[in-house]
Protein backbone atom coordinates (compact mmCIF):
# COMPACT_ATOMS: atom_id res chain seq x y z
CA UNK A 1 0.00 0.00 0.00
CA UNK A 2 1.73 3.49 -0.61
CA UNK A 3 2.03 5.95 1.89
CA UNK A 4 3.11 9.43 2.30
CA UNK A 5 5.77 10.24 4.86
CA UNK A 6 5.02 14.04 6.28
CA UNK A 7 8.15 16.35 7.51
CA UNK A 8 8.80 19.88 7.90
CA UNK A 9 12.57 21.35 8.15
CA UNK A 10 13.51 17.59 7.71
CA UNK A 11 12.32 16.21 10.38
CA UNK A 12 9.19 13.03 10.09
CA UNK A 13 5.64 13.88 11.74
CA UNK A 14 3.40 11.42 10.22
CA UNK A 15 2.91 8.36 7.98
CA UNK A 16 -0.34 8.64 6.58
CA UNK A 17 -1.21 5.37 4.58
CA UNK A 18 -3.23 5.69 1.07
CA UNK A 19 -6.14 3.25 1.07
CA UNK A 20 -8.73 5.08 -0.67
CA UNK A 21 -9.50 6.23 -3.75
CA UNK A 22 -9.41 9.87 -3.21
CA UNK A 23 -7.43 11.26 -0.13
CA UNK A 24 -7.94 14.88 0.29
CA UNK A 25 -5.68 17.29 1.89
CA UNK A 26 -6.20 20.62 3.00
CA UNK A 27 -6.42 23.11 6.02
CA UNK A 28 -10.47 22.62 7.16
CA UNK A 29 -11.06 19.18 9.58
CA UNK A 30 -13.26 17.41 7.05
CA UNK A 31 -9.99 16.61 4.80
CA UNK A 32 -8.27 13.52 5.25
CA UNK A 33 -4.77 14.69 6.14
CA UNK A 34 -5.11 17.58 8.05
CA UNK A 35 -2.49 20.19 8.04
CA UNK A 36 -3.57 23.36 10.17
CA UNK A 37 -1.50 25.88 8.46
CA UNK A 38 -2.10 29.57 7.26
CA UNK A 39 -0.30 28.88 3.84
CA UNK A 40 -2.36 25.55 3.14
CA UNK A 41 -5.74 26.48 1.86
CA UNK A 42 -9.24 24.68 3.06
CA UNK A 43 -9.21 22.13 0.15
CA UNK A 44 -5.50 22.42 -1.16
CA UNK A 45 -5.04 18.88 -3.07
CA UNK A 46 -6.50 15.52 -3.87
CA UNK A 47 -4.89 12.01 -4.26
CA UNK A 48 -6.66 9.75 -6.65
CA UNK A 49 -5.82 6.23 -6.46
CA UNK A 50 -6.47 4.26 -9.69
CA UNK A 51 -4.93 0.81 -9.64
CA UNK A 52 -1.72 0.96 -8.46
CA UNK A 53 -0.90 4.63 -9.79
CA UNK A 54 -1.47 7.78 -7.52
CA UNK A 55 -2.30 11.09 -9.14
CA UNK A 56 -2.15 14.04 -7.28
CA UNK A 57 -3.91 17.31 -8.16
CA UNK A 58 -4.12 20.69 -7.08
CA UNK A 59 -7.58 22.33 -6.23
CA UNK A 60 -6.69 25.92 -7.28
CA UNK A 61 -4.78 26.16 -3.66
CA UNK A 62 -3.85 30.25 -3.07
CA UNK A 63 -0.14 28.63 -2.64
CA UNK A 64 -0.23 25.88 -5.39
CA UNK A 65 0.73 22.38 -4.81
CA UNK A 66 5.02 21.51 -5.91
CA UNK A 67 6.16 18.17 -6.81
CA UNK A 68 9.96 17.86 -6.97
CA UNK A 69 10.23 21.99 -6.70
CA UNK A 70 7.87 22.14 -9.58
CA UNK A 71 4.51 23.98 -9.52
CA UNK A 72 1.72 21.15 -10.84
CA UNK A 73 -1.95 21.10 -11.84
CA UNK A 74 -1.96 17.31 -11.98
CA UNK A 75 0.45 14.62 -11.93
CA UNK A 76 1.37 11.21 -11.74
CA UNK A 77 3.44 10.75 -8.71
CA UNK A 78 6.12 8.29 -8.74
CA UNK A 79 8.28 6.40 -5.55
CA UNK A 80 10.07 9.20 -3.64
CA UNK A 81 8.25 12.32 -5.34
CA UNK A 82 8.47 15.04 -2.59
CA UNK A 83 5.20 16.79 -2.14
CA UNK A 84 5.52 21.02 -0.89
CA UNK A 85 2.41 22.40 0.22
CA UNK A 86 3.21 25.11 2.25
CA UNK A 87 6.43 24.70 4.54
CA UNK A 88 5.53 20.84 4.51
CA UNK A 89 7.25 17.97 2.32
CA UNK A 90 5.17 15.05 2.28
CA UNK A 91 7.09 12.07 0.58
CA UNK A 92 5.41 9.60 -1.38
CA UNK A 93 6.83 6.29 -1.31
CA UNK A 94 5.15 3.60 -3.59
CA UNK A 95 5.43 0.57 -1.13
CA UNK A 96 5.14 -0.50 2.15
CA UNK A 97 8.71 -1.24 3.46
CA UNK A 98 10.13 1.31 0.95
CA UNK A 99 13.23 3.48 2.75
CA UNK A 100 12.17 6.88 4.03
CA UNK A 101 15.16 9.35 2.69
CA UNK A 102 13.73 12.65 4.51
CA UNK A 103 17.13 14.80 4.27
CA UNK A 104 17.87 15.77 8.29
CA UNK A 105 18.41 19.09 9.38
CA UNK A 106 21.89 20.66 9.89
CA UNK A 107 21.67 19.90 14.46
CA UNK A 108 21.77 23.43 15.81
CA UNK A 109 23.03 21.67 19.52
CA UNK A 110 24.31 18.94 20.65
CA UNK A 111 22.44 15.86 20.88
CA UNK A 112 20.01 16.73 18.75
CA UNK A 113 18.42 13.77 16.82
CA UNK A 114 16.08 14.47 13.89
CA UNK A 115 13.07 15.70 15.22
CA UNK A 116 9.46 17.57 14.41
CA UNK A 117 7.23 20.21 14.03
CA UNK A 118 3.77 19.91 14.38
CA UNK A 119 0.27 19.54 12.56
CA UNK A 120 -2.84 17.80 13.62
CA UNK A 121 -2.75 15.16 10.82
CA UNK A 122 -5.92 12.87 10.73
CA UNK A 123 -6.41 10.70 13.54
CA UNK A 124 -5.34 7.21 14.45
CA UNK A 125 -1.97 7.86 12.53
CA UNK A 126 0.56 6.73 14.43
CA UNK A 127 3.92 8.26 14.46
CA UNK A 128 6.66 6.23 13.26
CA UNK A 129 9.94 7.54 15.92
CA UNK A 130 10.50 6.04 19.04
CA UNK A 131 9.95 8.43 22.47
CA UNK A 132 11.99 9.76 24.84
CA UNK A 133 12.84 12.27 27.32
CA UNK A 134 10.82 12.93 30.63
CA UNK A 135 6.85 12.12 30.60
CA UNK A 136 6.45 14.79 32.89
CA UNK A 137 8.31 17.77 30.98
CA UNK A 138 6.10 20.65 30.27
CA UNK A 139 5.37 24.47 28.98
CA UNK A 140 5.17 26.89 31.56
CA UNK A 141 3.58 29.70 30.21
CA UNK A 142 5.17 32.89 32.25
CA UNK A 143 3.33 36.24 30.83
CA UNK A 144 -0.06 37.35 29.40
CA UNK A 145 -3.43 36.29 30.73
CA UNK A 146 -2.56 32.47 30.63
CA UNK A 147 0.53 32.82 33.33
CA UNK A 148 0.74 29.87 35.90
CA UNK A 149 -0.59 27.42 32.93
CA UNK A 150 0.96 24.17 32.42
CA UNK A 151 0.83 22.16 28.90
CA UNK A 152 2.07 18.92 29.28
CA UNK A 153 4.37 17.45 27.10
CA UNK A 154 3.68 13.94 26.62
CA UNK A 155 2.39 13.48 23.12
CA UNK A 156 4.70 13.09 20.15
CA UNK A 157 4.28 16.45 18.68
CA UNK A 158 2.58 19.62 21.03
CA UNK A 159 1.56 22.77 19.22
CA UNK A 160 2.17 26.04 21.14
CA UNK A 161 1.48 29.65 20.48
CA UNK A 162 -1.75 31.35 18.45
CA UNK A 163 -2.38 30.57 15.06
CA UNK A 164 -1.92 33.45 13.11
CA UNK A 165 0.38 35.31 15.45
CA UNK A 166 3.12 32.78 16.04
CA UNK A 167 2.97 29.29 16.53
CA UNK A 168 6.10 26.97 16.80
CA UNK A 169 5.95 23.38 17.99
CA UNK A 170 7.72 21.11 20.71
CA UNK A 171 8.55 17.52 20.18
CA UNK A 172 9.45 14.23 22.22
CA UNK A 173 12.49 12.45 20.72
CA UNK A 174 14.57 9.73 21.84
CA UNK A 175 17.25 11.88 22.83
CA UNK A 176 14.89 14.76 24.70
CA UNK A 177 12.92 17.51 23.04
CA UNK A 178 13.26 19.84 20.64
CA UNK A 179 11.57 23.19 19.27
CA UNK A 180 11.14 24.44 15.21
CA UNK A 181 8.74 27.24 14.45
CA UNK A 182 5.93 26.91 12.14
CA UNK A 183 4.68 30.00 11.67
CA UNK A 184 5.02 33.68 13.34
CA UNK A 185 8.55 34.71 15.43
CA UNK A 186 9.58 32.57 18.23
CA UNK A 187 12.88 32.86 19.82
CA UNK A 188 14.11 30.90 22.47
CA UNK A 189 16.40 32.21 25.54
CA UNK A 190 16.44 35.96 23.66
CA UNK A 191 17.90 34.03 20.51
CA UNK A 192 15.51 33.91 17.20
CA UNK A 193 14.96 30.43 16.04
CA UNK A 194 15.56 29.93 12.40
CA UNK A 195 14.01 27.30 10.36
CA UNK A 196 16.19 24.39 11.81
CA UNK A 197 15.04 22.46 14.78
CA UNK A 198 17.24 23.06 18.18
CA UNK A 199 16.70 21.00 21.69
CA UNK A 200 15.39 22.40 24.52
CA UNK A 201 16.95 22.33 28.19
CA UNK A 202 15.34 22.63 31.12
CA UNK A 203 14.40 26.34 31.89
CA UNK A 204 14.36 27.25 28.54
CA UNK A 205 12.68 30.15 27.71
CA UNK A 206 10.42 30.18 24.67
CA UNK A 207 9.08 33.61 23.62
CA UNK A 208 5.55 33.52 20.44
CA UNK A 209 3.51 36.79 19.71
CA UNK A 210 4.74 38.28 23.39
CA UNK A 211 4.27 35.67 25.30
CA UNK A 212 7.04 34.53 27.20
CA UNK A 213 7.38 30.25 28.19
CA UNK A 214 9.27 28.09 30.15
CA UNK A 215 10.60 24.45 29.35
CA UNK A 216 10.69 22.42 32.70
CA UNK A 217 11.65 19.01 32.40
CA UNK A 218 10.87 17.71 35.77
Same mark, same amino acid.
Given at each position: ?21 ? !? ?66 ? *? ?40 ? &? ?5 ? *? ?16 ? !? ?25 ? &? ?33
Amino acid at each position: MPKLVVAIDGVVLKEVSLAKER !TTLGRRPYNDIVIDNLAVSGEHAVLHMIGSDVYLEDLNSTNGTYVNARAIRKQALEHNDVIEVGKYKI *RYLALNGATIDMPAPRPAAAGLAPASAPVPLSAGVTAPVPLG &GSASAVI *RVLSGSGAGREVSLQKVV !TTIGKPGVAVAAVTRRLQGYVVAPIDG &GTTLNGEPLGAEAVALQDGDVLELGGTRMQFVNG
